[in-house]
């Protein structure tokens, strides 16, 4: 791995957030601490930590004499973390820079040191909170709406929600071929529908009220206003059985009048 002085200026100027973290180690710095920070980078998603630069900006370079065998260290944090980590010396007229850079953890598989899970917090590390490590690991689940609904066919999407989804998709993305596209067409673009049938997305989407009924009872969506947090009926109450941007559609134009 080669980093420029340019590209150095550049992450100098940067401001530090959770791929970025500098540290001064002016004279050395605890292996064990660039484990756990390279644990924290890859669980956020890939980053550097950046050794020899003061840590408040404005920053500067002030150069560290740690880590001397530096394949070493590399091949100690890979060892480590079973991360492929890469390491790299920047000679700057103002002293040796050592960028270490750890790339994003696996699909719902966090990177563990020591049995925690590091994450950054401040200028320091943490634990990563049980709430984090539940999105994680719920990444690897299986994605319910990209599955098909067995008895779904075409017939079951609103032609009206199908042309709503065409022109916001068209509009969002610039593509005029859109516009052309054949409704089948135009949804399997979308993963919406595959050779196999229907997908619970594609229900949830442009469904038929009936057809919703029939594949997804418990697709519903209720509005309630309520002046007060005494019990009983609602100010108003508002029920919506169909594909979501068919009722959306009716809530943008009401919130409009």
């Known amino acids: 791995m080669t980093v420029s002085n340019k590209q150095l200026q550049e992450w100098l100027n940067a401001k530090e957030d959770e791929h970025l973290e500098f540290k001064e180690a002016k004279a050395n710095f605890h292996f064990d601490k660039l484990v756990k920070y390279c644990a924290a980078l890859a669980n956020e998603g890939d980053g550097s930590i950046i050794l020899g ?22 091949a100690g944090l890979i060892d480590r973390l079973r991360l492929r980590i890469e390491a790299a010396e920047i000679a700057h007229p103002d002293g040796r820079v050592l960028v270490f850079t750890a790339p994003s953890r696996s699909i719902g598989m966090p990177v563990a040191v020591e049995g925690a899970y590091w994450m950054r917090a401040g200028e320091e590390l943490a634990p990563m909170t049980p709430d ?20 779904a066919t075409l017939a079951d999407l609103d032609p009206a929600a199908v042309e709503d989804f065409r022109n916001r998709w068209r509009g969002a993305s610039g593509n005029e071929a859109l516009a ?7 949804l399997e673009d ?7 049938g229907v997908t619970y997305a594609a229900l949830i989407l442009l469904g038929k009220a009936r057809s919703l009924s029939r594949h997804l009872a418990q697709a519903e969506v209720v509005f309630e206003y309520r002046s007060t947090e005494a019990p009983g009926p609602a100010n108003q109450r508002d029920e919506y059985r ?6 959306f559609a009716v809530i943008s134009a009401e919130t409009i009048l």
């Open 53 to 74: 630069v003061t840590d408040k900006p404005p920053r500067r370079v002030v150069g560290s004499a740690a880590f001397a065998e530096l394949e070493r260290t590399k």
């Open 132 to 151: 984090m490590l539940r999105r994680i690991f719920e990444e690897a689940a299986p994605d319910y709406s990209a599955e098909i609904c067995p008895k």
């Open 180 to 186: 052309n596209a054949a409704a089948e067409q135009l």
């Open 190 to 196: 979308a993963d919406l529908i595959s050779d196999k």
């Open 242 to 247: 169909q594909g979501f941007l068919r009722f």
